[in-house]
């Protein structure tokens, strides 16, 4: 009777067991038409957010069409999706450095009004820079101009950050034209020429009138002893053995040169301060349509104002460019005054990111 009773109560047991075996094929379905559900309702949700406007006015949206005809439908809402995203960052990075503005002191003061350190004025300015960060990304952005000739081993103090090298070099290999780069400032330092000259092949033309020895990069660019920025402007440069020259504009430098209708792919300024002197007028000729610039690389110097600062990246922001990357110098100006700044068109950088997300070229 006990035998017969654990036999019974084995085949029960054994039953159960079948009947759990036979169910979980059910939950298994079960949860995997839930994960289907809850993957279609977010995709539902993402697709809505890529189509929807998101009052676009407010943050200044100008989608510069390029040559975006070959480009899918679902490419240019990828496309679009960034640049409300960007547009969103900008609009937070005005929005925090006009509060600052409008209190007269910078982000350190406001925020970090600690006694004596407060006095230290240059640390001050250096901190102004962490009003201003990048909005956006280029996707194909490279470290460019370091010691050794061997790609992708740019460091030290020099290089700056490039966008769509490979991309550059193939469309204009298509066209079977070549890119234009001006580089602002020299002192003989030629890794950024060698570099744009081996990678991408460019028309490159340097810039310096405080150069005081022969120009030793003869083999990778054009050089002028010219001083760029308002036409007319005299300038004295004290660091220099006080070397004086007249500033010419960008707009007269290109007609010298027989740049006229031509688009300046890189825009570089290494020029140990004159920048804010020599890049207004420029920023003020693209946003007036007159000069043609798809990306600007600059080492900014923390020795202005707070205001002389925040108006350069404003005229910026009118100017269509995107700030794609911050670096800080970390190797000179005491590690802190001096930081590498890159700004890209806003068409050129929606071109570059087509051909990184999309797998389309839609041309420079």
């Given at each position: 009777m006990g035998s017969n009773h654990k036999l019974g109560a084995?085949?029960?047991?054994?039953?159960?067991?079948?009947?759990?075996?036979?169910?979980?094929?059910?939950?298994?379905?079960?949860?995997?038409?839930?994960?289907?559900?809850?993957?279609?309702?977010?995709?539902?949700?993402?697709?809505?957010?890529?189509?929807?406007?998101?009052?676009?006015?407010?943050?200044?949206?100008?989608?510069?069409?390029?040559?975006?005809?070959?480009?899918?439908?679902?490419?240019?809402?990828?496309?679009?999706?960034?640049?409300?995203?960007?547009?969103?960052?900008?609009?937070?990075?005005?929005?925090?450095?006009?509060?600052?503005?409008?209190?007269?002191?910078?982000?350190?003061?406001?925020?970090?009004?600690?006694?004596?350190?407060?006095?230290?004025?240059?640390r001050r300015r250096a901190l102004t820079f962490d009003l201003f960060e990048p909005e956006a990304v280029c996707l194909l952005e490279e470290r460019f101009g370091g010691l050794s000739d061997e790609r992708f081993a740019a460091f030290g103090d020099g290089p700056k950050f490039v966008c769509g090298v490979d991309y550059l070099r193939e469309s204009y290999k298509k066209r079977n034209e070549r890119c234009l780069v001006y580089s602002v400032g020299s002192n003989n330092n030629i890794r950024f020429e060698r570099a744009v000259?081996?990678?991408?092949?460019?028309?490159?033309?340097?810039?310096?009138?405080?150069?005081?020895?022969?120009?030793?990069g003869n083999d990778y660019a054009d050089f002028h002893p010219w001083g760029l920025g308002k036409e007319g402007e005299k300038v004295r440069v004290e660091n220099r053995d006080n070397v004086?020259?007249?500033?010419?504009?960008?707009?007269?430098?290109?007609?010298?040169?027989?740049?006229?209708?031509?688009?300046i792919d890189i825009f570089k300024i290494d020029c140990e301060g004159c920048e804010f002197e020599a890049m207004p007028p420029v920023l003020e000729a693209i946003t007036n349509g007159t000069l043609q610039i798809d990306q600007l690389l600059i080492e900014l110097h923390?020795?202005?104002?707070?205001?002389?600062?925040?108006?350069?990246?404003?005229?910026?922001?009118?100017?269509?460019?995107?700030?794609?990357?911050?670096?800080?110098?970390?190797?000179?100006?005491g590690g802190t005054s001096c930081v590498e700044y890159a700004f890209v068109n806003e068409s050129f950088l929606r071109r570059t990111t087509a051909s990184a997300i999309c797998g389309q070229n839609t041309g420079s």
């Open positions: 084995a085949s029960t047991d054994s039953s159960r067991r079948a009947l759990q075996l036979v169910s979980y094929p059910k939950k298994i379905l079960i949860l995997t038409l839930l994960a289907i559900f809850l993957l279609f309702l977010s995709l539902l949700h993402l697709h809505g957010d890529i189509k929807s406007t998101d009052n676009l006015d407010k943050y200044n949206v100008r989608f510069v069409s390029g040559k975006e005809i070959h480009l899918t439908d679902k490419c240019k809402e990828k496309l679009d999706a960034l640049d409300r995203f960007h547009d969103k960052r900008r609009a937070a990075r005005i929005q925090f450095a006009n509060k600052a503005k409008e209190a007269g002191k910078n982000v350190y003061e406001m925020y970090w009004n600690r006694g004596d350190i407060n006095k230290d004025r240059e000259k081996n990678s991408i092949g460019c028309e490159i033309h340097t810039f310096d009138p405080t150069l005081r020895t022969p120009f030793v004086e020259f007249t500033t010419q504009s960008v707009e007269n430098v290109m007609k010298q040169l027989g740049h006229v209708g031509r688009k923390a020795h202005v104002t707070y205001e002389v600062m925040t108006d350069f990246f404003e005229a910026a922001d009118k100017a269509g460019f995107r700030i794609t990357h911050k670096e800080r110098n970390g190797w000179g100006c």
